[in-house]
């Protein structure tokens, strides 16, 4: 059996590489049958090449025709839903219903037809018109996209078809996809779609392509190529930072998901009002898809009393009685169990879990720490590693000092909640924490838990570092995603007719322009 | 007599420091008599700690609090405007008139009344409000600014009052200066007045603080201290990318002006048509200041034919004749002249100057270059090395091919130029060069020198690295610049009594805002 082609400049075809790899089953633990290769730099080389030349081609290109391949792509991927999420569930273990196929899969379609939109509108390249100085300045594509997707969600966040992939190509430009060596066989098969919408729309050759892995070292010469333009990674931490620091080294943008703990403070009136239900709330939001969101709940805090003991009971129970979900790969069980030993050694203790499960997939028990808010502000970076999985832990603080001052360790987070009683009894100590919390964190939440990320223009699925690497940015939400892709292009004295239609006096559709200081979809 | 004391935490008082040091004016190489301190970590430390206590203060107020502090701040300036552009003339050897005192003070303080209508006004928030799913964002401030300002514009880019200072403070952050250390004095005189006003309109002690000079190593640890939000640097690569390393490793955003080159095209057509008028044009731009401006045209590529010769001859002829400015510093006198042999060594040819003028101040000749097409794509790196200071260099392409090639060649700058016939007959060829130059310009100028910078909405200072550090941002243009320092801020189902003013369904103003896909300026 021969090894799985790769898609370079527009075609499908062997990899010179001589190494390979296979993914596993992580509800069986059997190893797949197809192979990957590993593409040597010879071949990273050779995409960064084609898609310079397919940007060159497309730069200038209207909104429309990205459009009109994006949508042809959800359509094409919508035709297959069916061997697509049945390869994603085999790859990743996450049930096919519903999350595979009635949430990730719609998400992703519903994601590409949104970034359609917005680039057929061109409103996000958030023109901006000075009649008076002749000056006019415009978000334009920035070039080449490298596209490193994450293990957790093998549509949605996929680098040939996810969040980063539809903004960067919304934003006009090429994108070379790195698929994540978990589930390539799910990015092979998004691949074939991306390329025949390609084809069906006039796309150039080197305006998708993808390579399934590179040597670490090839990764930081990507993202830091002369030909590239940007990078969006979501994963690990240690990774991410080895790339970040070689595209920082030559000024190429580049937008990283890191890692998050997602602090949840639920408040003691709250807890009175409703600690069942909130109970409930938390743990099916902590186990689903096994913990493995980037928005999971990892850390809980409470004010110690009575009702946050039944809180912490209730919780404990739940987490007990669930089945634990399966890991999405041995990689991932390994790095989880290697989390909470960390956990434990700077302080925290069991309450329930923390042994293995079920030996016959990648599973862990699901497993709730505790720890007083005493002991955490002893080693508040300690306690706050990631432990990606079906996890987290409960901080006790002993008052409503040691609440702030627990407030005040937290690093950088996607989200940060908070639950308060209903008729206003816990406002004084709302009014004292959140504003702490909302400056560490992207998202901050009430009564509601954070794992859901709408596509909404208002969404920032982003923060400070190290949850991201720039708290001015968002992986999700159209228009601003796809900003991110973009670099600022400004026109001073430029003749009329040289102007690109979205800075032309005439508006070329319904674009939102700020002209003058007004925001109008008028002609000038 | 004693050395000049520091603002930290709302007090002038002195360092705790040993070492000193002194501005020289330029003009007469004479030492000038004021000494000044050199920080220690530990009064940089202390600016922090009162900057983050400030920050926590302000951090939620009203945008008109900041407006209220730059017009004071404005205000006080013009009243000293005297004194202030006598000590920025002697310490810079900048003409008082209309240099200093008709065009950088009145930039500067129309720059801190533009800041302050934005802030007022707070539509640079980009608050975005989607009403079905109860999620709204806007940009909030992101913590302390440290500003690093230039030594060229001693006012308009002053740490304590220039653009990078006026955006952060719009922003609602607190700012650290770090002063130039060849204009001390007048950085004294203008944090003196950002003193008064900060107290004439009760900000708190730490709002604006001033140190003169710190060690390289404590730079770096100022930038990517956990208690810093952002940093502004404008000033010479190599230092600047001492401080973007420390700052990206922990993901604190650093927003830089490095260096730029600035090439212009001056295209067949438009040399035939009125190459005297552009050599006067040009030398005019290229000389002003004495070449001392980021956007110094420091290239000039011209198709080789008798009209470029003319053109060469007659800005050659102008730039003899002219005397030759006064430089900033020795030390610019140095690097000016290293970077006139460095582009000998890779290969241009001296056309005039090159020599020592007046010995009585820092100067040297006005210095015209050339060097043909083939030798410039020899060696495109070396022939691109900045020499800031009245200087430039031709480049002789043999033909229209050759002129694609040498563009493709440009790195990133802030600006590029072309020239061109005013009846279409270079249109042709500027279709086929601006696509390429396009891409690596933050912007692109028709018949016109780079060395003006409006302070206009449309404006880009910014361009792609290494030009700056990120190519999606400018450093000078209202309300562009102030989002440089914020951090995007998302609330998700929080009740509407605890959303901040701009998020809440009343529009707390005429602020611009994004409500469910369009701009308005009315409530929800």
């Keep these: 059996m021969s090894t799985q082609p790769l898609l370079i400049n527009g075609t499908w075809r062997e990899s010179t590489g001589a190494e390979t790899f296979q993914a596993v089953n992580p509800a069986t633990k059997q190893t797949m049958p197809d192979e990957f290769p590993v593409s040597p730099w010879s071949e990273v080389e050779e995409t960064l090449k084609a898609a310079d030349v397919a940007f060159t081609t497309i730069r200038s290109w209207p909104g429309e025709r990205f459009a009109a391949f994006l949508e042809s792509y959800a359509n094409i991927i919508e035709a297959r839903t069916d061997s697509i999420v049945d ?16 949430v990730e899969l719609p998400r992703k ?30 978000l334009a594509p920035i070039g080449p996209v490298a596209v490193f997707g994450p293990n957790n969600f093998p549509l949605a966040f996929n680098s040939i078809a996810g969040g980063d992939f539809a903004a960067a190509v919304a934003a006009g430009n090429p994108v070379i996809a790195k698929g994540h060596s978990s589930h390539p066989g799910t990015t092979r098969l998004l691949a074939e779609a991306a390329h025949e919408a390609a084809q069906a729309t006039d796309m150039p050759p080197g305006f998708v392509q993808l390579i399934y892995r590179t040597s670490h070292q090839d990764g930081a010469k990507l993202v830091s190529h002369r030909l590239l333009g940007a990078s969006g990674y979501t994963g690990s931490r240690h990774a991410g930072l080895v790339l970040k620091e070689a595209a920082d080294r030559v000024g190429k943008p580049i937008y990283l998901e890191l890692s998050s703990i997602n602090p949840v403070f639920i408040l003691p009136g709250a807890l009175l009002e409703r600690g069942d239900a ?76 923390n042994e293995p499960a079920d030996s ?49 360790q937290f690093e950088g987070n996607l989200t940060g909640c908070f639950y308060t009683e209903t008729k206003g009894k816990d406002d004084a100590l709302y009014d004292r924490l959140a504003p702490i919390i909302r400056q560490r964190v992207g998202r901050l939440l009430n009564d509601k838990m954070p794992t859901g990320v709408a596509v909404s223009p208002a969404m920032n699925h982003g923060g400070p570092f190290p949850a991201t690497g720039h708290p001015g940015f968002t992986a999700v939400g159209i228009p601003a995603a796809i900003t991110r892709f973009a670099m600022l292009q400004c026109y001073d004295n430029v003749r009329p007719h040289r102007l690109p239609p979205a800075l032309q006096d005439r508006n070329p559709g319904d674009m939102w322009r700020r002209i003058d200081g007004s925001w109008t979809q008028s002609d000038v």
């Design 278 to 353: 909130l109970a409930e709330e938390f743990s099916t939001s902590c186990l689903m898809g096994a913990g493995q969101f980037c928005t999971n709940p990892g850390i809980v805090v409470l004010k110690a009393g009575t009702e946050a003991d039944q809180f912490v009971d209730a919780v404990s129970a739940a987490f007990a009685k669930a089945t634990p979900g399966t890991l999405l790969s041995g990689g991932v069980e390994q790095n989880f169990r290697a989390g909470l030993v960390a956990l434990q050694r700077a302080g925290a203790e069991v309450l329930t879990g």
């Design 109 to 138: 379609t519903n994601q590409l037809r949104l970034a359609a939109a917005a680039a057929r509108d061109g409103s996000w390249v958030n023109a901006t018109i000075d009649t008076a100085a002749g000056i006019r300045s415009q």
């Design 360 to 408: 016959g997939r990648f599973c862990y028990a699901n497993t709730l720490l505790k720890v007083t808010g005493d002991k955490f502000l002893e080693n508040p970076h300690g306690l706050q590693e990631e432990a990606f999985g079906n996890a987290s832990l409960f901080v006790i603080a002993s008052d409503e000092d040691q609440l702030a001052r627990i407030s005040e």
């Design 87 to 102: 390869l994603a569930h085999q790859e990743t273990g996450l049930p096919v219903e519903p999350r595979l196929k009635n």
